[in-house]
């Protein structure tokens, strides 16, 4: 059912391979001022046994000070069975931007991760 208060969620990483021992660059950053919930899911579909999505909150469009909200680290999974993880964002702790920052910790193998994001006004 549409809802004009739900947007559509976005996806700041999809399916994004990150070879091992290996920092991904950071991804866009997404404007989120005026929503009253962001909902943060992160996924591993890669054969990565610990990968560490970390998501951060700044205060410009370029530039800024960026402060970590969230890491999620997360092991192997597959595309029947991706590891996942999500947390909410409430009204009082939503920044002006997020961006997402993969790093795959796994000397041996590939992550594959997603990131989205599901917002609220």
Do not use: C, H
Not at 10 to 34: H, I, M, N
Not at 35 to 44: F, S, Y
Not at 88 to 112: F, T
């Amino acid at each position: 059912m549409y809802s004009p208060l739900i947007f559509d969620p976005v996806e700041l990483f999809s399916d994004k391979a990150v070879a091992a021992s290996t920092t991904s660059d950071p991804s866009q950053r997404l404007e989120t001022t005026r929503l009253t919930k962001v909902q943060v899911r992160v996924k591993n579909t890669g054969a990565s046994t610990n990968v560490t999505i970390n998501i951060y909150s700044v205060d410009s469009a370029t530039g800024g000070i960026s402060a970590l909200i969230q890491p999620f680290t997360l092991g192997s999974g597959s595309a029947q069975s991706p590891y996942t993880a999500w947390r909410y964002i409430e009204k009082d702790a939503i920044p002006r931007y997020i961006y997402a920052q993969i790093v795959n910790n796994d000397a041996a193998n590939v992550a594959k991760v997603t990131v989205s994001i599901d917002r609220w006004r």
